[in-house]
């Protein structure tokens, strides 16, 4: 898990687009707020695919990038109870909350970027978790998110103008995430994934299997 190069990914994309980016974040974070977290799932989906899609398809990314999750709403609105299931996990016993947090630390992006349900992307992500490394993954969101939380929290006690600093952090995070996923699922979007589903049956019949094809997960399996 290259952590210098998640960084440099975040640092990179807000010096290249900073007006959508932080401007874009800060605007999803207001949408938040005024929603009281409802629209949680819909929003930072539309912000986590436009991070993706700018690390992958090297495209400039749009206001209305923002909110294409919002065409989803009701495919991306389960997320909200799985943030609050995390939430409750660091409220009460905090180790619950890290578990939770770094095993569907894919849920989100692959439910932005393959169009999986919640319930298969918590599948995935925690399956993906274990394979590649639990604590590295432990290690990476505590490096991207808690740490910079906390510092930036115990700065703005004693220079209070460092508060402005949050709205760098969600479009920072979510940058470092989209890199790490693209690492971990291979760059492919949902709609090559579904093109390469339509491809021509081998000579038995069936599908042949490509290299990097991503599993369907099922409810049961």
Sequence with gaps: ???????????????????????????????????????????LAGYQLLLIQCLRDKRQATINDL???????????????????????FLFLIIPGL????????????????????????????QKVDQTGFFMHLVFFLMISVIPTMILSFLA???????????LLLPFQTACVAGLYLDQFGEGSADKH???DTRPAGPAGGGTEQPGDFPVFKPGT
């Design 99 to 126: 578990l939770f947090a770094t095993w569907w630390l894919y849920a989100l992006p692959l439910m932005a970027d393959r169009q999986l349900s919640l319930g298969e992307a918590m599948r995935a992500s925690k």
């Design 194 to 196: 579904a093109q390469e």
């Design 1 to 43: 898990m290259d952590f210098e190069k998640y960084l440099k990914n975040g640092y990179t994309l807000i010096k290249e687009q900073p007006l959508v980016l932080i401007l874009g974040g800060l605007v999803v974070q207001m949408l938040l707020i005024l929603s009281l977290g409802i629209a949680a799932g819909p929003l």
């Design 67 to 89: 909110f294409s999750g919002l065409k989803r709403f009701s495919a991306l609105f389960p997320y909200f109870f799985l943030l609050l299931l995390i939430f409750c996990g």
């Design 157 to 167: 006690n004693f220079v209070p103008v460092l508060n402005l600093l949050q709205i």
